[in-house]
């Protein structure tokens, strides 16, 4: 299995609805759902839930 394919990039969207946008790697094996995380949307300037989308 090459490099990528086990952890491919991810755009992780924030579920403030204004359509920011974050990009990281995720680890196949060990998380093989989607991923929940909080980060910051600075369109609203606060700490909000973000979820992977493919």
């Keep these: 299995m090459a490099k990528t394919e086990l952890r491919p990039l991810v755009k992780m969207r924030l579920t403030a609805g ?3 946008t974050y990009v990281t790697r995720k680890n196949r094996r060990n998380t093989p759902d989607r991923l929940v995380l909080r980060k910051f949307d600075p369109m609203v300037r606060k700490h909000v839930e973000c979820r992977e989308g493919r």
């Design 18 to 20: 204004t359509g920011y």
